[in-house]
């Protein structure tokens, strides 16, 4: 199980069934998946896409969710199929067959020699040792021995070069700063350039005919061939380009123009990537929309932070496509935190219970005269405290002490 965790990887390329046949709501309105959207789909833009066509819709990606341990994150191999390794070895296995051909043609069969006759194709005396290539040529003049002033050019036999080059007045240093100019200078090049073409042909063909010592003609004879067809290669594919798109003298600047130009001492320094220093740096435009309010809100989505959730810093909303409320919202948020953490009742257990004032007993109400009623009073009927000074201020009927009422008299 430890081996299939730290083994698992993305199936590339893996489609979840068959397509839909018809587009689909929410659906990329490229090719057609639900997995993706059109500025996310990785498919080749079409001029019409499977929105409007309905034609040639994509099945959707199996989107998986890869959760690797410490170790298979860092393991280079994770993912790899070695299958892939197939093709090298089938394209190594074609060269050799290409190789073995070409031999059977020339009539070269498989010998006992065979091994010298690719250590012979193999030049193996490119790698010479230090000492070989300092040789000097035998028809080369010592440099120590061109200059014999002792204020000239040091000469430092260890290395056999000559140091601080044009240290001094004369210029006789000068002549060997580059190493090897002698042999650089008249037909020297072209010499190499031959020995470099009898090399190439033999390394791609295998033909030894056009070796330099041993047949100089041939190989000069096809050097110059090839370059010829290479210059009318050349020549005929510029003739194409200019009938194609034209000279380049519709194009020339007039001498009005040339001479409106003016040529600047302004200096100009350029970093590793191509752009000037000191430059300001310009902000990349990304492709998704940006500072985009809706509903109402001042800031964007993701401005505010709380409780694991994302929202609107200006009223404090977690809900995406609210709208916005700006201070009450806030307020609101507030008080609903303190409800949920439970902070109102601690605040009211810290606050001490205020004492009671005791209030002198309120006079009761004057009553208006009659003549002096608001229509509303008129209108709205009895009060209840109406009725209650109506109850204790009756005489009951049946009442044997309501006689005795504004009398002096005792029974």
Not at 164 to 187: N, Q, V, Y
Request: aromatic fraction near 8%; charged fraction near 35%.
């Amino acid at each position: 199980k430890k081996k299939d965790e730290q083994s698992q990887w993305y199936d590339r390329g893996r489609k979840a069934g068959p397509a839909a046949t018809k587009y689909r709501k929410g659906a990329c309105e490229n090719c057609g998946a639900m997995t993706h959207k059109a500025k996310d789909c990785l498919s080749r833009p079409r001029a019409k896409g499977a929105k409007w066509t309905g034609k040639d819709i994509q099945a959707d990606e199996v989107v998986q969710d890869v959760k690797l341990g410490w170790d298979a994150k860092r393991d280079r191999w994770n993912g790899y199929d070695p299958k892939e390794y197939r093709n090298v070895v089938e394209e190594f296995n074609q060269m050799e067959q290409l190789r073995k051909a070409a031999l059977a043609k020339d009539g070269a069969e498989d010998e006992p020699d065979e091994g010298d006759k690719y250590a012979e194709e193999n030049d193996m005396s490119k790698h010479q040792s230090t000492a070989t290539r300092q040789l000097r040529l035998r028809e080369d003049t010592a440099k120590y021995l061109v200059n014999l002033d002792l204020e000239s050019a040091k000469y430092d036999p260890k290395t056999r070069s000559l140091v601080d080059a044009g240290a001094t007045a004369d210029k006789a240093a000068d002549l060997f700063a580059e190493e090897g100019f002698m042999r650089a200078s008249g037909d020297a090049s072209e010499f190499e350039k031959a020995q470099r073409y009898a090399w190439e042909a033999q390394e791609k063909s295998g033909d030894t005919t056009k070796h330099l010592q041993a047949n100089p003609t041939a190989g000069e004879f096809y050097r110059k061939k090839e370059k010829e067809e290479a210059e009318k290669k050349r020549a005929e594919q510029e003739r194409k380009l200019k009938e194609m798109y034209g000279d380049n003298s519709q194009y020339t600047m007039p001498e009005e123009m040339k001479n409106l130009i003016t040529e600047s001492e302004k200096y100009v320094e350029y970093d590793e990537s191509g752009l000037v220093k000191g430059a300001p740096k310009v902000i990349a435009k990304s492709k998704y929309p940006e500072d985009v309010y809706i509903h109402n809100h001042t800031s964007v989505w993701g401005s505010w932070w709380s409780n694991f959730k994302w929202g609107y810093e200006c009223c404090h909303s977690v809900v995406k496509n609210s709208y916005c409320t700006g201070e009450e919202g806030k307020l609101a948020w507030e008080a609903s935190e303190r409800q949920r953490t439970g902070a109102i009742l601690a605040q009211q257990e810290k606050t001490p219970d205020a004492p009671v004032v005791d209030k002198p007993d309120e006079e009761p109400p004057v009553k208006k005269p009659a003549s002096k009623r608001t229509a509303e009073e008129m209108m709205g009927g009895v009060t209840e405290e109406e009725m209650e000074e109506y109850r204790r201020k009756r005489t009951a009927a049946n009442d044997p002490m309501a006689k005795f009422l504004g009398k002096d008299e005792l029974v």
